[in-house]
């Protein structure tokens, strides 16, 4: 009896605990093999999934998912995030300059890589949300643009120079602040503009159940419409993957499915829309197909 061919598919896709299984071989298939030709760091390959159609499959952040469906990108999610935490931890300042509460933030300067990164749109929205800051009344210093060439950022927003390192910038005193998640400096005079993140994070999530998504997996929504199988799959891949992690999954970590993932992504597209990030509104139905939005259920 033939066996049918495997389908390869140019995919983007780092390594994160829960992707390495796939990554290093030990989980395959017979159907798709996943060429994982994206750079090291994913988000470097954004831009080339969405300007160039460069890859068939992989991770994209939220935010970029939502711009993307925005303006009519042709890519579909699939129910999983690759990657995902709390965020409350990812905003500091340089306490031998003065303290700062999260409203002082207002009127100043505040750095962050992009306005559309998805560490952003998370911070500003607890900072929004949990703290009452006015997000119109700060200045967003800004070194890099967005992923998709139809955004453009905010009017309250100013890139910098190429090459500023607005960490460097914040211990100087030049910014008041920076949103920058892991590339926050490890410096002793930095201190969290969320008073005791960690446990403030905690008890947002024990009120609101969501753990912030960082990037998700989505495919070409031709692919999706003409090979359903693959596409099907390709998640049973990322969730064999997950299940292999080892030391088991990082905690927390957003889950897998639509459904447990509704509000989440909900959160993220209100947010987004708040923060002038996507044009108008959507619900999280719009970002699925039949065959993505029906995997796990």
Known sequence: MATAAVTTLKTN??????TRAIRDGRVTSGLVKLDICGPEQAHNGFKAMLRENAYDCGEL???????ARAYGKPFVLLPVPVSGRFQHHCAGFNRELGHLDPKDIEGKQVGV??????????????????YGVDLDKVTWMTVGEGHLLEYSDPPNCVRLPKGS??????LDGELAATLQG???PKDPRVERLVPDPMNAARK?????????????????QDLSRDRPELVREIYRMLIESRELTEGGLPDPFPPVGLEANRKGIQMAIDWAFEQKIIPHKMV?????????ASLGA
């Open 61 to 67: 952040a939220i935010v970029t998912c939502l711009q």
């Open 284 to 292: 999280v139905d719009d970002l699925f197909d039949d065959t993505t």
């Open 13 to 18: 896709l780092a390594e994160y605990p829960v």
């Open 204 to 220: 947002w999530f024990a009120r609101e159940g969501v753990v912030p998504i960082n990037h998700m997996f989505v495919v070409h």
């Open 165 to 170: 390192d607005i960490a460097r910038m914040m």
């Open 113 to 130: 890589r992009t306005y559309a990164q998805t560490t952003g749109l998370w911070v500003r929205g607890v900072l929004q949300h949990e």
């Open 182 to 184: 892991v590339d926050l």
